[in-house]
């Protein structure tokens, strides 16, 4: 009950009531303020005031919070329950086997072996793949799920409304169509952050669907891994096939080409510039020692001319030599020692005499008999060294014949090494390629299998019930705001002092007359 009284003359407010209205004809300034402008509040959190509007609205906001609650319960049975399912693949980056002019390179780029994997389990292809390997697109529990609990499912029920489709009504492309764009759209890929394992997950309303459906596309991915490691071997057997036929007719013809010269020029494959080359460096060598020997012989033969021919070691050396000085040398001490005692015309002096004599012919022919030994030994080392080259000029001119004759047979030769060589090369690459194609070996390992989930990841009641309570909350607190701001009435003394600027001076309780 809202009651108007005049105020007192002097400015002051009495208040009937619990509350009171303030007339749109009423100034609330004293008249000695008339023409001043009341101050502007500053914005105080009155956390009392808070509290009371909660506790005056309080029927307002339990019927929001209520709606709220039914409605985000309501929402969450409404949709259809998902069950998700996660396989983890490692990814091995060994790098890709490429050949650029027949050799093998290996490039690596972990990101992007990476972002391709993620593109690869996202795509079409394999979902075909998964589509086609599980059967998907005969199964009607795939295609047509049904819920284990769901409102909209008994709604349906209980309206006798059936969603239900013949699937035998719809073409084996349509159903295939939809089994692949059911796989590609629940599946969901992303890598594990410092690892190189990408977890594969994929959501359907079935719980062994979504166990299942990761583990056979992580067994898909292989299997598209190892086909298109098998592409690249058998392109790249194919190419190196032709090459080795290619190059094996190249050898031929170089081979028949090389023989062909040789019989027409009298050469041989079995080393003949080798021999040539051996006894030309033998020769030489027997020409530096036959130099050697008669420099020798030629300094021995200055010692004999100049008188020195018994200082030569043909005559040092000699036994017979040596024999006859130690008998000259024993003579001549006797003779020296019976000199004392006897005179030159004795006897036995002069038989001592004449052996002396005698020794000295004999050691004298010896020596000169080895003088005309060095001479001898020098002639025939002129004459050895005189045919060695003369042997040595044939050998060459041999030789430089054979290298005007070789240089043709070199280069076809040459021809013929380096296409056997290449020849060979390209074998043992087909053989290599074969064996890493027997072998077809993946770089993807399954660390973990999807099992089935035993809960629904889709909807989360407790969420769904916070989001409505949330909104429902907001719309009552912006309605009961809307409602204070249409308020004109003071509901406390305070708010005559806060909004007037004028002191109260007391309470009059509204009182029925029934209660009076």
Do not use: C
């Not at 669907?209 to 992580?218: D, M």
């Amino acid at each position: 009950m809202l009651h108007e009284r005049l105020p007192p003359p002097n400015g002051q407010v009495a208040l009937t009531g619990q509350s009171a209205s303030v007339p749109q004809a009423y100034y609330p300034y004293p008249p000695q303020q008339v023409g001043a402008v009341p101050p502007e509040d500053d914005f105080n959190f009155d956390p009392i005031k808070l509290l009371w509007l909660v506790v005056h609205h309080r029927w307002l906001i339990a019927g929001f919070l209520a709606v709220g609650l039914v409605l985000g319960v309501l929402y969450t049975w409404s949709q259809t329950p998902l069950y998700r399912s996660s396989a983890k693949l490692e990814i091995v980056t060994s790098g890709a086997r490429v050949i650029k002019e027949l050799e093998i390179f290996s490039q690596s780029n972990s990101y992007t072996v990476y972002q391709t994997y993620l593109e690869k389990i996202r795509s079409r292809d394999l979902a075909r793949r998964v589509a086609y390997q599980l059967n998907l697109s005969e199964n009607s529990s795939f295609l047509q799920p049904r819920a284990s609990f769901s409102l909209m499912n008994v709604f349906r029920k209980a309206f006798g409304i059936s969603n239900t489709i013949n699937l035998n009504d719809i073409a084996p492309e349509r159903r295939e169509a939809w089994a692949i764009g059911y796989v590609q759209g629940g599946i969901s890929a992303q890598i594990i952050r410092n690892t190189s394992i990408i977890s594969v997950s994929y959501s359907h309303p079935d719980p062994k669907f979504a166990a299942t459906i990761p583990n056979q596309i992580a067994k898909s991915l292989v299997d598209l891994n190892t086909d298109s490691r098998s592409q690249t071997s058998d392109l790249a057997r194919q190419f190196i096939q032709e090459q080795v036929i290619e190059t094996k007719k190249k050898l031929e013809k170089s081979e028949v080409a090389l023989l062909n010269y040789a019989k027409d020029q009298g050469l041989t494959t079995t080393g003949t510039a080798g021999l040539l080359s051996q006894n030309i460096e033998k020769i030489n060598g027997a020409i530096s020692a036959a130099i050697e020997e008669r420099l020798l012989a030629e300094s021995y033969i200055a010692q004999i001319n100049e008188g020195f021919a018994a200082s030569i070691p043909q005559v040092t050396e000699s036994k017979a030599v040596q024999a006859a000085r130690q008998q000259l040398v024993e003579l001549r001490s006797t003779y020296q020692e019976k000199r004392a005692t006897l005179k030159p015309e004795f006897p036995e002096m002069r038989r001592l005499q004449a052996q002396i004599n005698e020794v000295n012919r004999l050691l004298n022919r010896e020596i000169a008999a080895a003088s005309r030994a060095v001479e001898i030994s020098l002639k025939q080392v002129r004459e050895k060294e005189a045919s060695f080259r003369v042997e040595l000029a044939n050998l060459e001119s041999k030789y430089a014949a054979y290298q005007e004759k070789n240089i043709e047979y070199t280069i076809l030769k040459r021809d013929v090494d380096s296409n056997r060589k290449q020849y060979d090369s390209l074998i043992d690459k087909l053989n290599n390629l074969a064996i890493g194609s027997e072998l077809n070996t993946a770089n993807i390992n399954v660390v973990d299998q999807a099992v089935v989930p035993g809960a629904p990841y889709h909807p989360r009641l407790l969420r769904n019930v916070a989001i409505f309570v949330a909104w429902f909350l907001a719309l009552a607190g912006g309605i009961i705001l809307i409602l204070e701001l249409l308020n004109n009435t003071f509901s406390t003394p305070d708010q005559v002092e806060s909004d007037l600027g004028l002191p109260v001076l007391g309470i009059i309780p509204d009182v029925p007359e029934n209660k009076v």
